[in-house]
């Protein structure tokens, strides 16, 4: 065998290796958001090594090329490989045209998702796709993802026997995701591949008895850690998923009655649980259990189900004013300041998703990058069950569930980089089923049709060991060159920006140095740094000292970096407010003033805006402005507080006594004596 493809196979199979290990990378003490940054890396360097060795075996080896002709020799597309394609198309352009592109391919820290991410993942669909389908590796490859999953399903019960620390709130067990709702999206995944490996068994020998034993367990464990993580999203996603699983069988099993008739039974079944739990939610055993009172609180009404709720309105409002290609990929944020339902003031006040897949889509990329995200379940479903013949009725049924559960978890929660890498996998997997074997068109036979001779095939053999060399060498310097473009600046800004954050050394200008190199990376960090460098410059020194010169270095620093922030985003409303309460903590309200009422501008009915500029305003001694933008801030949502606590105040400083005490009357507000 040619060496070059030895070497090429080594690397992309100790690549599938180390996939199904990421969701364990943290660097806690190097990274900032260790449980989101160290994986979110080693997923595009593996990918980027993996495909870079894929192109030499697609060029050595036609059976590891994509498929674009059938058995027929009729041209098509492949369905998944060209939905895949549009849309990649589809969120590239609306990163291009939407509010902030830089953010759109790169993500943040905190998520690093962006554009950049989705290429990722498809290079891996198409590594995984054509290399495991032409060694006969996909069986293997997925038990052992399967296996890996028990090592993480262990180790959250580990957390919940108090072994491990639980890093999010102590009780809802996180593995080393170091969010509930990540781990429940990792352990859903794993109860519906464990499902389909065991509806494949036929229980007639020993081997497959206890086959059918170890994947039961592993769906006992994951079911463990799915109700420990009380993520209801992902609970009502396994729901959803056995719901239609049982539903499918029950309508196109045709020639096993009784395993029909069993499909009947588990949906009748489920049907009486969700409706006893439903009826029983305010019993005392219920509501007694952090986990169980967690999935009896889902409610439209009220908490996160209300505050769901509005977020989509504003999401709704935001997608009506860009509908075909969005706002681009991250800047949900744009929407959720410029629609803010006032009635949020209880929640989170910089939302950076919508909780919905469906509108975080149409926000990214419009109706056509909704429509994009869609097909690429839609084609999956056509795949399975038009073009995976070798596959019974229970089989794509499970299949199918799986993908269905995980869609309706994902109409509560978002992705992360463990959850899109099994999603990419399944994906590459029925991409692989949708094909049929195609030596004879690609022409992997040795013998020739027409005679030749032997020194035209020496020569031909030699010219293409030389090209085999080249390709070899470019795709070694294409894997460096995307390792150092695609990561090391954005790897180098995080790990500066923590050293900047935690370390203290004999030289005071160190920490300084550092903030200056951490921005000087100039990668999709930035912005966190320049935040992190306001808050640092007036957290971290002993204010009851004075304002000393190093602390004034860092002053003058964070306010030049804040403008720049503020320049390169001007209609970000965060970036207005950072830098107007910045300059107003300084005492600087000339400069404050007209960052924070271009953040008012921005985002008119969000409270926290007015109670800033009103607050200025009130240090320049104008109580008549003051008074006009605490008004307006109560009248946003009277029932909010602190809102009625600030206007309360101002009418008092304004001598308006009898007005202050009319407000009260008709909101009283505990405690509060005028």
Known sequence: ??????????????????????????????????????????????????????????????????????????????????????????????????????????SNFERMEGVVTYFHLFAYFVVASTVLTARDMWRPYLNFHLGVGVIMALYGVMQWAGVFKVVQDGIRINGTLGNAEYMSTYALFNIFLAGFFLVRQSFTTAGERVRVAIYGAIIL?????????????????????????????????????????????????????????????????IQQ?????????????????????????????????????????????????????????????????????????????GILGALGYISLFGCAVYCIWRRADELSVVEKSVLTGLLGGYFFQNLFVFDSISSLIYFGTILAFVESMSHPQM?????????????KSKVESKKKVTEEEDLTIFVSGGAFILALVLIYTVNYNGFKQNTTLIRALTERSADPLNNLKLFKDTIAYD?????????????????????????????????VLAGEELEKQVKE??????????????????????????????????????????????????????????EELFKRAFELAPEFEVAEKYYLQILMANGKRAEAEKVLKAYPISGIKL
């Open 221 to 285: 464990l994951q079911m463990f850690v799915l109700y420990h993580s009380g993520t209801r999203g992902a609970v009502l996603g396994l729901f959803a998923g056995l719901g239609l699983i049982t539903l499918l069988v029950a309508i196109f099993e045709r020639n096993n009655k009784a395993v029909r008739r069993g499909a009947i039974g588990i949906l009748l079944a489920m049907f009486i649980f969700v409706g006893g739990f439903i009826a029983l939610r305010d019993a005392s055993f």
């Open 569 to 626: 985003l001007p209609s970000d409303a965060r970036y207005q407010l950072f830098a107007g309460s910045y300059f107003a903590k300084m005492g600087e309200m000339d400069k404050a003033l007209p960052y924070l009422t271009r953040a008012v501008e921005l985002s008119p009915a969000k409270q926290t805006m007015l109670f800033e500029l009103g607050s200025a305003y009130y240090r320049k001694k104008d109580t008549a402005k003051t």
């Open 289 to 365: 259990s952090p986990i169980l009172s967690r999935l009896a609180a889902i409610s439209p009404s009220e908490g996160t189900g209300k505050a769901r709720l509005m977020v989509w309105g504003m999401a709704y409002e935001g997608f009506k004013e860009r509908p075909i290609l969005g706002w681009g990929m991250e800047n949900f944020n744009f929407v959720f300041n410029k629609y803010y339902d006032p009635n949020m003031w209880g929640q989170e006040q910089w939302f950076d998703r919508a909780h919905n897949v469906f509108f975080d889509w149409l926000i990214a990329g």
């Open 523 to 555: 990668s999709f960090g930035t912005a966190e740094a320049r935040e992190q460098l306001a808050s640092f410059s007036t957290t971290a020194f002993d204010q009851t000292k004075g304002i000393s010169d190093l602390q004034k270095q860092y002053i």
């Open 1 to 106: 065998m040619n060496i070059h493809k030895i070497l090429a196979n080594a690397v992309v199979l100790a690549g599938f290796v180390a996939v199904p290990f990421i969701p364990f990378v943290i660097l806690s003490q190097t990274t900032f958001f260790p449980f989101i940054v160290g994986k979110n890396f080693a997923f595009r360097i593996v990918v980027e090594i993996m495909f870079s060795a894929w192109l030499v075996l697609a060029f050595i080896d036609p059976a590891y090329r994509l498929k674009f002709i059938s058995k027929t020799r009729t041209s098509w597309f492949g369905w998944l490989l060209g939905a895949f394609v549009a849309f990649l198309g589809i969120i590239t352009l609306s990163a291009i045209f939407g509010e902030n592109p830089t953010k759109s391919f790169w």
């Open 439 to 451: 030596e004879s068109v690609y022409g992997r036979a040795t013998k020739s049709a027409d005679s």
